[in-house]
């Protein structure tokens, strides 16, 4: 590693193995330096001057794409597009990973996927139309990174940009960027091929004009590493001995590994994490005769917030239901007292005028009472008056009793009245508590999202000090 390398803007665990490259000075440029022209793309000359593409490769699961999104997401002025060779059918899943970022400034002005095979075998027709695509707009970008797949061998992907006529004339070979995983290398550089071909990591290696040993967090003590980064120099120097810009493969080529192949699943339903988790351990643990390199993917779940936002949205429904229950069950029993109050009201009037009727009838009574006692005072006819009189006592007595019952029935519609009134009361209080709960659950879930925005996914800290995630 050259001193000059120690001041790379690269992710805090990866080496910088080999000569500096142009693409290496490129993610050298420190945040607020002015961007430099590069000198193969050549802004200051008129656009037919070549645009330089870095190849990215490296074996399974190194640590590509986090390099192709640390470049893009690094502020160093340059306006990049990326061709990205997927090795699986499944395209999308980097480009999400990169939207995943959004608020970071970001380089990318074109992005091309090629799936469903190598840029060293089966699409490598695909690679070179995508080429030639993307120098339609040349002067939209000043990079062209390329990320190989895992199994990719550098050599016929390289050779590719010198074998195109209209290519060769717009791009130049920059650099084969390697980038290799410190944890894995080991076991990876070991893998037989048939016919004792050399593996995919050693070509990946031999290639390189930048070696990249990723992934040093995960390899313990200064002493391993300085093994692993002289046996990859020894792979580089032996088999290599020069730049794959511009040079010929003298490495014995190889068909690609058959025994490697991909596998994608497709959900439209959440994940729920934890059975996921518990079949992701059976999956890694008892592969069978299987070995699974590198899993990648955008999952559909279910996170914290998710539920925590879920458990408010049901209780928030749950409120509205019970809120408009009760409202609708307070209006029904609102009309039906309103009703019931009216009828009694409707009667007492009815008692009322019945009553009035009742007293008129009794005071034409008395009066026909004194005139008879007058007129027939000590006369025969006094027994009959007697009689008549006596029925009309009996009658007073009678519209007296009912008179008593209409007044009865009167007090009963009164108090029914007042009960009716008081529930009425009672409800309307308990629907503006639960207006206010509602209101104050609606303003508990404003403040939760806001706080749950604060976290940051990656590292699951809290952007502002004093919040915690869990609150
Ligand atoms: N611990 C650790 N993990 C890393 C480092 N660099 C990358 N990773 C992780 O390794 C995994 C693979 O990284 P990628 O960048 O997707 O690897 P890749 O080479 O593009 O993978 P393929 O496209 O499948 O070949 C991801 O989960 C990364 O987050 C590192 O320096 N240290």
New binding site residues.
């Given amino acids: 590693m050259s001193d000059s390398d120690s001041d790379l803007d690269l ?4 080496v910088a193995i080999g000569a500096p490259s142009p693409a290496a000075e490129t993610s050298s440029a420190r945040e607020g330096d002015p961007p430099e022209v590069p000198e193969a793309a050549g802004l200051s000359e008129p656009a037919h001057k070549p645009v330089p593409v870095t190849l990215i490769t ?12 640390h470049i893009l997401t690094a502020k160093h002025g340059y306006r990049i597009a990326v061709i990205l060779n ?2 699986g059918q499944e395209v999308g899943i ?1 480009r999400a990973m990169l939207q995943d970022q959004e608020g970071k400034a970001s380089s990318l002005e074109e992005w091309v996927e090629l799936a469903n095979g190598c840029l060293c075998c089966s699409v490598k027709d695909d690679f070179v139309q995508a080429l030639e695509a993307l120098m339609q707009k040349r002067n939209k970008f000043d990079y062209i990174l390329v ?1 190989t ?2 199994l990719a061998d550098p050599g016929p992907v390289a050779s590719a940009l010198w074998t195109d006529e209209e290519v060769e004339s717009g791009v130049l070979l920059d650099a084969v960027v390697t ?1 290799v995983d410190a944890r894995n290398l080991p076991r990876q550089l070991a893998e037989e091929r048939s016919n004792g071909a050399v593996n995919e990591a050693q070509r990946q290696i031999a290639y390189a004009d930048v070696l990249l040993l ?5 390899v313990a003590g200064e002493a391993a590493l300085a093994g692993l980064e002289h046996t990859i120099r020894h792979i580089n120097t032996e088999e290599h001995g020069g730049s794959a810009a511009g040079s010929s493969s003298h490495i014995r080529s190889n068909a690609h590994d058959s025994s490697v192949t991909s596998v994608s699943l497709r959900s439209s339903c959440p994940l729920d994490l934890e059975r996921f988790k518990r079949w992701l351990d059976v999956l890694l643990w008892e592969p069978g005769d299987q070995r699974i390199y ?1 899993m ?1 993917g955008v999952l559909f779940r279910h996170d914290k917030e998710g539920k925590d936002r879920d458990q408010l949205q049901r209780r928030q429904d749950e409120l509205s239901a019970l809120l408009s229950a009760v409202l609708t069950g307070s209006t029904l029993l609102m009309l039906f007292l309103l009703r019931k109050l009216g009828g009694v009201l409707a009667e007492r009037e009815s008692l009322k005028v019945s009553q009035q009727a009742l007293l008129k009838q009794v005071q034409g009574l008395h009066i026909e009472y004194n005139r008879l006692t007058k007129e027939h005072d000590g006369s025969a006819a006094r027994p009959a008056v007697d009689a008549e009189v006596a029925k009309l006592k009996a009658s007073l007595e009678a519209q007296k009793k009912e008179k008593q019952q209409i007044e009865a029935k009167l007090e009963e519609a009164q108090a029914i009245r007042k009960t009716a009134v008081a529930n009425a009361e009672a409800l309307k209080s308990q629907s503006k508590g639960l207006e206010n709960e509602y209101d104050r659950l609606l303003a508990d879930y404003d403040k939760l999202k806001s706080r749950l925005a604060q976290v940051d996914p990656a590292s699951g800290s809290v952007a502002r000090p004093g919040i915690k995630k869990d609150e």
């Fill in positions: 992710p805090p665990t990866a490296g074996y399974l699961g190194s640590g590509k794409s986090t390099l192709v999104n997927e090795f980097e990320e797949t895992g980038v990723n992934k040093v967090d995960l590198r990648k």
